[in-house]
């Protein structure tokens, strides 16, 4: 990833350690509805293979993704059923949810009765909404390592400070010296350097890292 922006995604095939695919069903007609994160296009082609060779009998198995961290790469198809009653609406459903780096594909078994393609966009936009709806789902957050250098005696009111900072921590060496390991946002690094120098009498020594990313999860 290159991207320094956060963006909101799922994670892994959804419902971990749960019941996949999710199931609607409507006037007989069964959709299963599949969410997966992934990255790139080919991951996502990958997958659908793996689902239509599972579903060899399913006459449609729509699909769309939206891939970038800024949420530009979009693609859909309509996988036989009439012109945007299916890809687009599942495409629009991932768009509303405002995540990224997601493909949902949904299987359909028909079951006899025509829905019309006002009825076919409602159900597909349905089951869509139900697949990423139980999919676990993480705020990407870009983040910077900040070395922070001190000495012994300082280490409580630097750890103290560090917890009620609510700052990401990547360990912490001992040596002469003790180096600790920060994780924060770019946009935050000058903050804490000045609460630190403060705090410490400007005895703490700083050096930036490699840029990084963690995955905080939400409710």
């Not at 993480?138 to 409580?156: G, K």
Request: with cysteine.
């Amino acid at each position: 990833m290159t991207a320094e922006r956060a963006y909101t995604t799922i994670t892994g095939e959804i419902p971990e350690g749960g019941v996949s695919p999710v199931s609607y069903e409507i006037q007989r007609s069964r959709f299963l509805a599949y969410a997966i994160h992934a990255e790139c296009e080919e991951d996502v082609r990958t997958w659908l293979q793996s689902i239509k060779k599972e579903h060899y009998e399913a006459r449609h198995i729509p699909y769309a993704m939206v891939l970038g961290a800024c949420a530009d790469r979009q693609r859909s198809s309509d996988d036989g059923e009439p012109g945007g009653t299916a890809g687009s609406p599942i495409l629009e459903a991932i768009k509303t949810r405002g995540v990224t780096n997601t493909a949902v594909a949904v299987v359909r078994y028909f079951g006899g009765i025509k829905l019309g393609a006002g009825g076919l966009i409602r159900a597909y936009a349905h089951a869509a909404g139900l697949g990423l709806d139980a999919a676990a789902k993480v705020r990407i957050m870009p983040l910077h390592t900040m070395y922070v250098q001190i000495d012994y005696d300082l280490l409580a009111a630097v750890e103290r400070y560090v917890r009620e900072a609510n700052v990401q921590t990547g360990g912490t060496d001992y040596a002469d010296t003790v180096m600790l390991t920060l994780l924060v946002s770019t946009g935050d690094i000058e903050l804490h350097q000045r609460a630190l120098t403060d705090l410490t009498a400007g005895r703490a020594r700083y050096r930036l890292g490699d840029r990084t990313y963690a995955a905080v999860p939400l409710a």
